[in-house]
C-alpha cells in the first residue's frame, strides 16, 4: 500500500462515521448536549468537518466549500473561513444549529471528496512539503495531514458517544 492508498482509506472511513454519528436524530438531538458545558454531537460534526475544510483548502490554496457553499445558513452560521469551532463557548455552542443531519453528512461528504481527490494527487516527496511556518519546527503536509485527521476521528468518535448518551437518556 502506498502512502496516497493509507491516507485515502483512512480519510475515507469518516463519512461513515459521520453518518452514524447524526442518523436518524432530530434538530433537536443534534443540539442536545449530554451535559452543561459539552458539545452536542452536531457541533461535534460541524467542527469536525470545519476542520478539515480549512485544513485542506489551505494547502490546497483554495476557497473553503464553508464559504463558497450554502452550509453556514443551513447550520445557522454565517460564512466566516476562520470559525472552525476552536475556543467556542457555550454561546457560540448552541448557535451551531444544523436543520438536519443530512447538511452535516452533505457538507461533510462535500469536504471529504475533495480531500480525497487531493490525497490521490500526492507524492511521497510532498509529504515533506512545509505547509505552516508559524510552529517550531514547521508543519509539513505529513503532519498536517495526520494532525487533521486525528482531530476528525477523536471529534467522530465523541460524536458517537455523545449519541449513545442522548439515545439512553
Do not use: C, K
Not at 442518523?23 to 454531537?41: C, I, K, T
Not at 473561513?81 to 444549529?97: I, Y
Request: net charge negative; glycine share 12%.
Amino acid at each position: 500500500m502506498d502512502v496516497n492508498d493509507l491516507l485515502t482509506e483512512a480519510y475515507g472511513r469518516l463519512p461513515d462515521l459521520v453518518r452514524s454519528a447524526v442518523d436518524g436524530l432530530s434538530a433537536e438531538q443534534l443540539r442536545q448536549a449530554p451535559a452543561a458545558g459539552a458539545n452536542p454531537v452536531g457541533w461535534l460534526v460541524w467542527h469536525l468537518t470545519r476542520i478539515q475544510d480549512h485544513g485542506v483548502s489551505g494547502v490546497l490554496g483554495e476557497q473553503q466549500l464553508w464559504v463558497t457553499g450554502d452550509w453556514a445558513g443551513r447550520i445557522g452560521l454565517t460564512a466566516d473561513p476562520d470559525d472552525t469551532g476552536f475556543g467556542h463557548g457555550p454561546d457560540q455552542v448552541a448557535a451551531v444549529r444544523p436543520e438536519n443531519g443530512q447538511v452535516l453528512v452533505d457538507y461533510h461528504r462535500a469536504v471529504v471528496d475533495r480531500t480525497l481527490a487531493y490525497l490521490r494527487g500526492l507524492r511521497p516527496a510532498d509529504l515533506d512539503r512545509v505547509v505552516d511556518e508559524n510552529w517550531d519546527p514547521p508543519v509539513t503536509l505529513g503532519v498536517r495531514l495526520a494532525s487533521l485527521l486525528e482531530d476528525d476521528l477523536q471529534h467522530a468518535g465523541q460524536a458517537g458517544y455523545v449519541r449513545g448518551l442522548i439515545q439512553s437518556g
